[in-house]
């Protein structure tokens, strides 16, 4: 918030698109984390709660964990390479009730009928790209998969696109931005962030807990141990 209000207007994050640089504002990042947080908070996530994000680095990724960490509730990211049978297991042991997934190819791995069980306890899929292609034929020889290609039309509801998730968030934030920015200001210091999970090549990947004191910590020694200011790019 410090940064909103000092830097509003400075570059926080940059995409790479066609050849160049997208930058959104610091003051654009918190926009779209408050409508992140206001969607979590009408789909009945809570302080305390654990949204799982299965995606590569890319600005979604950014926008919703800041979205989580302001709905009070509990990151849980998940590594894009992980198998199904991993992701299943990292989102039942976490007792996440909402997944971000990167598209249909993340989407279709906790879609599985031997996975049903996992996805039961989830209110929300939530999707950042509605289809995925290759290069070359994947092992299954498909060039392309779509969204409807991995859902079962009877779990359709149960899934919908980032862009919807921010048209919901944008009309709750407009109709009481207070409520919305009272989520965050409730966490405490010691208040579990995030659950990163091991890679899990002993076994099944297990959760390393850490509390935004932790978080905090951390951030503040990078800060002085490489002397970076507000203007540098990492």
């Given amino acids: ?72 509730a509990v990151v849980v990211p998940i590594y894009q390479q992980t198998t199904a049978e991993g992701v299943a297991h990292i989102v039942a042991d976490s007792g996440s009730v909402v997944l971000f997934a ?9 879609f599985g009928d031997e996975h049903a069980a996992a996805r039961k306890a989830l209110r929300r899929v939530v999707y950042f790209d509605a289809r995925r292609r290759f290069a070359r034929p994947d092992p299954r020889g498909r060039l392309e998969v779509r969204l ?37 200001d409730r966490v405490a210091p010691e208040d579990l962030a995030t659950i990163v999970c091991t890679s899990g090549t002993t076994g099944l990947p297990k959760g390393v807990c850490l509390s935004h004191e932790n978080i905090s ?18």
């Fill in 148 to 184: 409807d290609d991995v859902v079962p039309r009877a779990e359709r509801s149960k899934v919908m696109a980032y862009s919807e998730l921010l048209e919901a968030g944008r009309r709750l934030l407009d109709r009481d931005e207070s409520a919305v920015r009272a989520l965050g």
């Fill in 1 to 72: 918030r410090r940064q909103v209000t000092g830097n509003g207007e400075r570059p926080a994050l940059e995409t790479r698109v066609g050849g160049h640089w997208i930058a959104r504002s610091f003051r654009e990042w918190e926009e779209t984390a408050l409508c992140v947080a206001a969607a979590l908070a009408d789909l009945g996530v809570s302080r305390g709660d654990r949204v799982a994000v299965l995606s590569n680095t890319r600005r979604e990724w950014a926008e919703v964990d800041l979205g989580v960490v302001c709905a009070g």
């Fill in 217 to 234: 910590f951390e951030t503040s020694s990078v800060r002085e141990v490489l002397w970076l200011t507000s203007t540098e790019r990492t």
């Fill in 102 to 110: 990167e598209d249909p190819l993340q989407v279709e791995k906790l």
